[in-house]
């Protein structure tokens, strides 16, 4: 079973819609949470992290934590055509930082 | 501030070849690593360095070997190459720390004939 579980979609959501990517992960001793984005033939971004329960926002991009559900998600406010890519789950486990298999997400205008 | 560079940027080698990809950061990192990622894998750990003078094996570190040669460098080396290898690698550099945020190479893309 792989650690980090994400639906490889992909998502296709219209322009100026909520896009809501989930992850779920089985170290239930994890702390810190990651999403990364990344675009087509390029590296991974670091955009959002969560250490806490509950919701932290930054500008259109809110993360979810439910550790009790080992459930993390990303919500994308207003998407735009721009905000296609693929996102990734990430979590610390152990020592090191492990990923889930990305799902691709699809702004159509 | 060039982050985190990788050379080279694209590489086709032959099976059995060998050749050592470079990695180098200026954000004076402490912790290292070398992912490969494979369509419908993720990012799978090869290798990582988490100082200075130590390294440890990741999720699939058969065929590889890696050198901590600084602070600053992380390299990754095939000494036999196979098809199997073939995938886009990431060099990334990051503090140790509860932040954990990881700075990404822009990564080599290898084919093994």
């Known amino acids: 079973q792989k650690e980090v579980e994400q639906n490889s979609g992909p998502l296709s959501v219209p322009e100026g819609a909520i896009a809501s990517l989930n992850c779920t992960y089985s170290d239930r001793v994890s702390q810190s949470f990651f999403w990364y984005r990344q675009y087509s033939g390029k590296s991974p971004e670091l955009i959002m992290s969560i250490y806490s329960n509950g919701d932290k926002e930054d500008g259109r991009f809110t993360a979810q934590l439910n550790k009790a559900s080992q459930y993390v998600s990303l919500l994308i406010r207003d998407s735009q055509p721009s905000d296609s890519a693929t996102y990734l789950c990430a979590v610390i486990s152990g020592n090191m930082l492990t990923f889930g298999g990305g799902t691709r997400l699809m702004v159509k205008p | 501030n060039a982050g985190v560079t990788q050379t080279p940027k694209f590489q086709v080698l032959k099976t059995g070849q060998s050749m050592t990809l470079q990695c180098a950061q200026d954000m004076n990192h402490n912790s290292m690593y070398w992912y490969r990622q494979d369509p419908g894998m993720g990012l799978r750990l090869i290798y990582y360095s988490a100082s200075e003078g130590t390294t440890d094996k990741g999720e699939v570190p058969n065929g590889y070997n890696v050198s901590r040669l600084n602070k600053r460098e992380f390299s990754l080396r095939l000494e036999s190459a196979a098809p199997s290898q073939t995938s886009v690698y990431f060099c990334?550099?990051?503090?140790?720390?509860?932040?954990?945020?990881?700075?990404f190479g822009s990564g080599t893309r290898l084919t093994v004939v």
């Open positions: 990334a550099s990051s503090d140790v720390g509860r932040s954990y945020g990881y700075t």
